[in-house]
T-cell receptor, first 115, second 111 residues
Framework: DAMVIQNPRYQVTQFGKPVTLSCSQT?????MYWYQQKSSQAPKLLFH???????NEADTPDNFQSRRPNTSFCFLDIRSPGLGDAAMYLC??????????????FGPGTRLTVL | DAKTTQPNSMESNEEEPVHLPCNHS???????IHWYRQLPSQGPEYVIH???SNVNNRMASLAIAEDRKSSTLILHRATLRDAAVYYC????????????FGKGTKLSVKP
């Protein structure tokens, strides 16, 4: 089945130690998104790629970076994780185009713990 | 994107219909109404969307008020697996695709 895959499902890192989360998709979608979801809160968009065009949300901290080397893969890099970065990180994809009708497909998320 | 208002929580009995309301009084003519849900410990999943007319799919029905200032997601027969947080989100047809999640409604289903 076509899907959005996130690895690993659980990631533990140390305060200040860089960490990379990965996302892959078999849907061949143009757009890939990264959301952050803290405990008992709604998901919050960090940034997205439309093909190779990177779009950063205005309030996304500089500590968060992203790479999309090809259509299938997208990475979230946290350069110096702080305790406040502990959260579930969700990757999503969509076809793009379609604008208001465009629906997003989410992966299962990676739960990041910062010690 | 315009704002939506949903009840914080609702309860339902298994095998009964559930009507989840959403108010969006500032909706514009080009805003689509989307519903997503998030089961415990999972990523959100798309449920349904509509613009003006009522919509049905295998998961749910979406009833849109004539003035479009409110909508209702209808689960025809709730199951325990439908216990989740349901998000009502407006998407402008001119937007690039970002989903702005509100707090959603936490649905509990009792056996």
């Amino acid at each position: 089945d076509a899907m959005v895959i996130q690895n690993p499902r659980y990631q533990v890192t140390q305060f200040g130690k860089p960490v990379t989360l990965s996302c892959s998709q078999t849907l061949n979608h143009n757009v890939m998104y990264w959301y952050q979801q803290k405990s008992s809160q709604a998901p919050k968009l960090l940034f997205h790629y439309y093909d190779k065009d990177f779009n950063n949300e205005a309030d996304t901290p500089d500590n968060f970076q992203s790479r999309r080397p090809n259509t299938s893969f997208c990475f979230l890099d946290i350069r110096s994780p702080g305790l406040g970065d502990a959260a579930m990180y969700l990757c999503a994809t969509s076809r793009g185009g379609g604008r208001g009708k465009d629906t997003q497909y989410f992966g299962p998320g990676t739960r990041l713990t910062v010690l | 994107d315009a704002k939506t208002t949903q009840p914080n929580s609702m309860e339902s009995n298994e095998e009964e219909p559930v009507h989840l309301p959403c108010n969006h009084s500032t909706i514009s003519g080009t805003d689509y109404i989307h519903w997503y849900r998030q089961l415990p410990s999972q990523g959100p999943e798309y449920v349904i969307h509509g613009l003006t007319s009522n919509v049905n799919n295998r998961m749910a029905s979406l009833a849109i008020a004539e003035d479009r200032k409110s909508s209702t997601l209808i689960l025809h027969r709730a199951t325990l697996r439908d216990a989740a947080v349901y998000y009502c989100i407006l998407r402008d047809s001119g937007s690039q695709g970002n989903l702005i999640f509100g707090k959603g409604t936490k649905l509990s289903v009792k056996p």
